[in-house]
């Protein structure tokens, strides 16, 4: 059932690729679709994709991406929360190293760095 919300809600909100940005997916433009219900959707579909790419790994024995605790369930604000903390460190190294190319980083890429950052594997 929930998953049949999601998709009218993806369905309800999504945007036409006409109406976003051009590379509007990269750290760069996240300011402009901040708080967006599409950026929203897109990081936790993100999420969502890494955690079953995480669940891939376990069930083939090799090693995962992060150690998300069992009892821990992830949701929208979740996933916003850690990639926003990602994206500054992101930023951070942009200002040190003035290296455009880290701006235009996808924001799947900084969430990844930011889940492998907040659960770490021992």
């Known amino acids: 059932m929930k998953f049949l919300f999601a998709c009218i809600g993806l369905i309800a909100v999504s945007a036409s690729a006409a109406d976003l940005p051009t590379n509007w997916n990269t750290v760069r433009k996240y300011d402009e679709m901040r ?3 599409t950026i929203k959707l897109y990081l936790a579909a993100a999420g969502g994709a890494l955690l079953a790419a995480n669940a891939e790994l376990t069930f083939t024995k090799r090693p995962v991406l992060y150690c998300q ?3 821990l369930t992830l949701n929208f604000d979740n996933y916003v929360s850690i990639f926003e903390k990602a994206r500054e460190k992101q930023i951070s190294l942009f200002e040190f190293s003035k290296d455009q190319s880290l701006l235009d980083t996808p924001v799947e890429m900084v969430l990844l760095s930011g889940l492998i950052e907040t659960f770490p594997c021992k």
Do not use: C, K, Q, R
């Open 69 to 71: 605790p069992n009892t």
């Open 35 to 37: 708080g967006t219900p």
